[in-house]
């Protein structure tokens, strides 16, 4: 009799420990699914903000824009005012080239001259003063050339003619430069017309307006 009882007590404590086995096992893959949860929520947000930083780089990239280079006729400072800058910057230098183009949202003229000695730069700015300016001696066998503006049309005069070749289109004139070409043997106006997208360069003979050359990019 205390033969079965040992027996059966043997067997209550042996199903006991199963139960109680399989009652850790179970609070064990518990615990290890609560542990994946952050990570899987942690991926999720670091994927979602690299997406963000994608997101927010290709905005930047669709802001950047260029931006449009005012008209020349919209330029404050008149030519003969800048001449007259030259001139008490360098008296009695003769005139070889003339150019205005904006430059940091600023109109400036750049003008060249030379004299029997040297020659001379000064890049003038729209309220009329000097930016900067050079001198060299001139080296032998330069052979500059003055500019009769007398015997020209006038920038305005260039600008209006250039304007109607065809393609040009509605393009604005943003720079022009007045020079002696020795490939024309002749001074030349040339003048530029662009926006963001395209640009086109025209060039005229100073003196009859002529159109000369015609470049597209």
């Known amino acids: ?30 615990d290890n699914t609560a542990v994946e949860s952050p990570d899987k929520e942690n991926t999720s947000s670091t994927n979602s903000n690299n997406d963000s930083n994608d997101n927010d780089d290709n905005n930047d990239d669709n802001s950047s824009t260029v931006v449009d280079k005012r008209a020349v006729k919209d330029a404050p400072l008149a030519l003969d005012e800048a001449l007259t800058t030259f ?5 009695g230098a003769k005139i070889s ?10 109109f400036t003229y750049d003008i060249e001259g030379f004299d029997d000695k040297k020659e001379y730069s000064v890049e ?5 003063n000097v930016i900067e300016k050079n001198e060299e001696n001139r080296d032998k066998g330069d052979d500059y050339q003055e500019l009769m503006r007398d015997e020209y049309i006038t920038p305005e005069e260039a600008i209006d003619k250039a304007s109607k070749v065809s393609e040009v289109g509605d393009l604005a004139a943003t720079s022009w430069s007045l020079d002696y070409d020795d490939d024309e043997k002749a001074a030349v106006y040339q003048v530029k017309f662009e926006n963001t997208k395209d640009e086109v360069e025209v060039t005229l003979d100073a003196k009859t307006g002529d159109q000369l050359n015609v470049e597209k990019d």
């Not at 080239?97 to 600023?106: F, G, H, P, T, V």
């Open 1 to 30: 009799m205390k033969k079965w009882q040992l027996l059966g007590t043997a067997s209550v404590l042996a199903l006991t420990l199963a139960a109680c086995g399989n009652d850790d096992k179970s609070t064990s893959d518990g």
């Open 87 to 91: 001139d008490e910057t360098y008296k």
């Open 124 to 128: 003038i700015g729209e309220d009329n």
């Open 97 to 106: 080239s003339i150019e205005l183009d904006e430059s940091n949202r600023q």
